[in-house]
């Protein structure tokens, strides 16, 4: 079997940075249990689905009811098997940590496969023959990641499959219903982020024009660039090429160095959960979002929900202590790509940038204190009196100019 890059290693230009992020703010985001759908969009051969399959390896650990095919949380029992036992059966039963799941649905999935279906095994077990359900993809990726490749096509070709997407990331956490003749209804509580990955060049189109109400239950849509450097083309090239391949097959494994780097990312991911948990978006930048909504007449309520998990995510792995507004802005046309068009997008876009200081809600200037004269107890904050560069003349720039320059340079 050909051994796949290591997340750690795989090259990194300005057209996929994006991406990067976005399955590591996923990653985080579901391993406190709470679902970041990320769609990757772009040509063919840019790595979206080389990126996605290789962050299988900077997955953490979860811990889980031991055996428990639905992944059940031992402080938050859910499945029908576990959902009800008392504290002390669920400790007679034990935990185990497994990585944190990393399912696929191909095109070639039915319903059962996805959703749930009869147990084969038990239901012809000679010894003990009995009628039960067997969980599908989604219900074991509980607590991780399904992944989706040309999520296009499957909206396209598979309308079945693509409503129980609707359901499962419809609320966070979705759910499910397995359903089968004879057998009564179970409806389970899934908690998993969708990763999906298109070329929206390629038939059947963009995945907003096949089925809109999909495409907007995705949080956020990266598009991916094409990679515009000789040495970044050229070692891509080369982990690619057969001998590459062969030789990493036969050691069968990662290097030690590959795998440290790889562990550290994985650290890394499960202290940003910690502060994930204890890190709230400022009331000022909520309303900035907010105002965002109101004023470009947005449509989806989940756009700015997405853009306050986003930036929240977006601080934490940037290093920050604490949300700024360019964690916001920064999210903007990852999570509106899919819900506006795109002459909308560019101007609001333009006007965030243009007018966040001077007309925003940091213009300290708008917030009077209406006890007190203005002329004489507020600040300016953000002065008028300077004059435009294109107004003044040669001399008067020369001046300024001189008048900057230390003396001794």
């Known amino acids: 079997m ?24 996923s990653i985080v985001s579901s391993y406190v249990g709470e679902p970041l759908h990320v769609h990757a969009e772009g040509l063919r051969g840019t790595g979206k689905t080389t990126i996605m399959r290789a962050a299988r390896g900077i997955l953490p650990d979860i811990t889980r009811i031991k055996g ?23 400790e007679q039963i034990g935990v185990e940590d497994i990585p944190m799941p990393f399912l696929e649905i191909s095109h070639s999935a039915k319903v059962g496969t996805v959703a749930g279906s009869i147990d084969i095994g038990k239901l012809t077990d000679t010894s003990k023959p009995e009628a039960k359900l067997l969980p599908g993809l989604i219900p074991q990726a509980h607590r991780g990641i399904l992944f989706v490749d040309e999520i296009n096509r499957l909206a396209d070709t598979s309308p079945e499959i693509t409503d129980i997407l609707l359901d499962v990331m419809g609320n966070k956490p979705g759910h499910i219903q397995i359903e089968e003749a004879g057998l009564p209804v179970v409806e389970v509580k899934v908690s ?34 094409r990679p515009d450097s000789v040495d970044i083309l050229a070692q891509m090239l080369r982990e690619n090429s057969h001998s ?36 709230d978006l400022p009331d000022f930048l909520r309303n900035y979002i907010a105002r965002l909504y109101i004023k470009h007449n947005l449509e989806s309520i989940r756009a700015i929900e997405a853009m306050q998990q986003g930036a929240v995510l977006h601080s934490i792995i940037r290093g920050r ?8 802005t920064d999210m903007i046309p990852l999570v509106l790509k899919h819900r506006v068009d795109g002459d909308s997008l560019v101007r609001m876009i333009n006007d965030t940038d243009s007018r966040t200081v001077k007309d925003g809600i940091l213009n300290f200037k708008s917030r009077k204190n209406k006890g007190k004269k203005d002329s004489e107890d507020e ?3 953000f002065p008028n009196s300077a004059r435009p560069v294109k107004e003044m003349n040669r001399s008067e720039l020369i001046n300024t100019e001189k008048t900057l320059t230390p003396k001794d340079m």
């Not at 992944?71 to 059966?89: F, M, V």
């Not at 990955?197 to 995945?207: C, T």
């Open 321 to 328: 202590d604490k949300v700024l507004i360019n964690d916001v």
């Open 244 to 279: 590459y391949k062969i030789r990493q097959s036969k050691l069968n494994q990662l290097s030690a160095s590959d795998e440290a780097a790889n562990n550290a990312i994985r650290e890394n991911i499960v202290k940003w959960a910690g502060q994930y948990e204890k890190t």
């Open 68 to 90: 428990c095919v639905y992944n059940c949380d031992p402080n938050a029992p859910h499945c029908p098997h576990h959902k009800d036992l008392s504290k002390e059966e669920l």
């Open 2 to 25: 050909m051994c796949m890059i290591p997340f750690s290693k795989l090259e990194r230009y300005e057209g996929n940075e994006a991406l990067f992020e976005l399955v590591m703010m």
């Open 379 to 381: 600040v300016d904050y």
């Open 192 to 225: 998993v982020s969708v990763w999906a990955a298109s070329n929206p060049d390629e038939d059947p189109g963009p995945l907003e024009e096949i089925r809109r109400q999909l495409s907007d239950r995705f949080d956020m849509v990266c598009y991916m660039g």
